[in-house]
């Protein structure tokens, strides 16, 4: 990118079954903390972005960038919501991006909200499923956990992945979490808890899947002239790509590459003139154990087949070469759908602001959100001030 988007405020809620807050509720939390963090005024943000997968099944509202707008007192202003199944907070904050490039407007919000416990499990289970094919995957039976579940079957097949492996990344993940205030589980895991854990869907089990959550973040963002008159060192974003591929397992050349996210990886190195091995800290789509490796395998921090290996050997813990999700990720800070791109951008703008809770000492980060089994892929890389 020519120019670079400055964030100026971050906030975030926690995340997990907040049964007490409601849909604006949870927003309000996140847009007031961004707007404390960015030393901004409500009267500064010239339109809002919202990531929202499906608050017309969770909660019964549409029309929800309306009904926000308008709870948060900023009306007049634009208010836009973005929906890409869980990709929908990555994909709103790609608008925000490219709002601040096109000179359109100055300073935006952006923000992802999900309310998803309100329903029962198997309520949960089809609305998620909404976003795979209906006609090639749905109506057959096939849930979020199936298709993973195929996804991680091919991989064990293909490169030899073990199933010790897959759940040493959710053991990783809710290790990193026990440091995060906000996230929904801060309890320690053992590979054995993995595999005693329930069977959803051979051969994920309940501790290899991300969790139903409740949450909202936002954050701040600004043209590179403007925030200056806010702040002397704001964390930047470099780079914002987003790439498609098949809705349907069946119709992808292969299960286990997530060629959407290839393509989207290579604009953004390019866009960001980095590689890979530049990357010092990142937060993935891990909504299943095995989705975390194919994330790492296809941003190319690891090589196609060896994502198992690398948790295994300690890679991607936070003390590794590349750590992965230090805020205990999709899997056990929580994945309200909707609202999870922009969770993982607060995270990094964190990270590079010295401030996270499991700091990890870094200038260049990655966040990489995906929506469906891996048909939509949004990247951004963060860069620091
Ligand atoms: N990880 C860790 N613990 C979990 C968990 C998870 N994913 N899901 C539930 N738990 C815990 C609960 O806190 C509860 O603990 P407690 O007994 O100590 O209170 C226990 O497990 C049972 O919880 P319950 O709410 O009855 O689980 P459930 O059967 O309703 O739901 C899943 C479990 C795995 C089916 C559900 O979390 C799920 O569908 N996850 C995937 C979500 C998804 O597909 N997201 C989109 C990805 S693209």
């Known amino acids: 990118m020519k120019k670079r988007v400055a964030v100026l405020g971050v906030g975030i809620t926690k995340f997990g079954e907040l049964w ?4 604006s509720d949870l927003f309000l939390e996140a847009g007031i903390k ?28 549409e029309h929800i960038a309306s009904l926000i707008v308008d709870h948060a007192g900023l009306t007049p202003i634009p208010a836009v919501r973005v929906e890409n199944a869980c990709a929908s907070g ?37 609305i998620l499923a909404t976003a795979a094919d209906q006609e090639w995957e749905a109506f057959i039976g ?38 995060n205030p906000l996230a929904q589980f801060r309890k320690e895991i053992t590979v054995e808890d993995v ?8 051969p994920l089990r309940l501790l290899d899947c991300s969790p139903i959550s409740d949450g909202a973040a936002c954050i701040i963002l600004a043209d590179e002239e403007i ?38 990886a ?32 296809a941003l190319g921090f690891v ?30 800070k929580g994945h309200p759908v909707g609202a999870t791109g922009v969770a993982q951008a607060v995270e990094i703008v964190l990270q590079l602001r010295g401030k996270a809770y499991n700091q990890v000492d870094a200038d260049y980060g990655l966040t990489h959100n995906i929506g469906g089994s891996g048909s939509t892929s949004v990247i951004h890389i963060f860069e620091k001030g």
């Open 227 to 264: 925030a200056k008159e806010y702040t002397d060192s704001p964390v930047y974003i470099i780079a914002s790509a987003q790439a498609s591929s098949s809705i349907n397992l069946s119709d992808r050349r292969s299960l286990v590459i997530q060629e959407a996210t290839l393509y989207a």
């Open 142 to 179: 096939l849930t979020f956990p199936g298709l993973y579940a195929l996804i991680a079957r091919r991989h064990m097949y293909e490169f030899g992945t073990t199933r010790e492996q897959l759940a040493l990344v959710a053991v990783k993940n809710h290790k990193h979490a026990t440091k």
């Open 195 to 202: 595999l005693r854990s329930p069977l959803v869907a051979d």
């Open 303 to 332: 090589q196609i087949g060896k994502g198992g290996k690398a948790v295994e050997e300690g890679e991607t813990w936070i003390g590794g070469k590349i750590p992965i999700n230090p805020s205990g990720g999709l899997k056990a």
């Open 266 to 297: 290579k604009q953004a190195y390019k866009m960001a003139r980095l590689e890979p091995k530049d990357i010092q800290v990142a937060e993935v789509h891990d909504a299943f154990t095995i989705g975390e490796i194919l994330a790492i395998e």
């Open 34 to 61: 961004a707007i404390e963090d960015a030393g901004i005024e409500g009267k500064d943000i010239e339109a809002l972005y919202i990531g929202n997968m499906s608050a017309g099944r969770f909660i019964d509202q």
């Open 90 to 126: 990555g994909v709103a904050l790609r608008q925000g991006v490219m709002a601040i490039l096109s000179g359109m407007h100055k300073i935006v919000a952006v923000a992802g909200v999900e309310k998803m416990t309100d329903v029962v499990t198997e309520k949960t289970t089809e």
């Open 20 to 23: 007490d807050k409601s849909f």
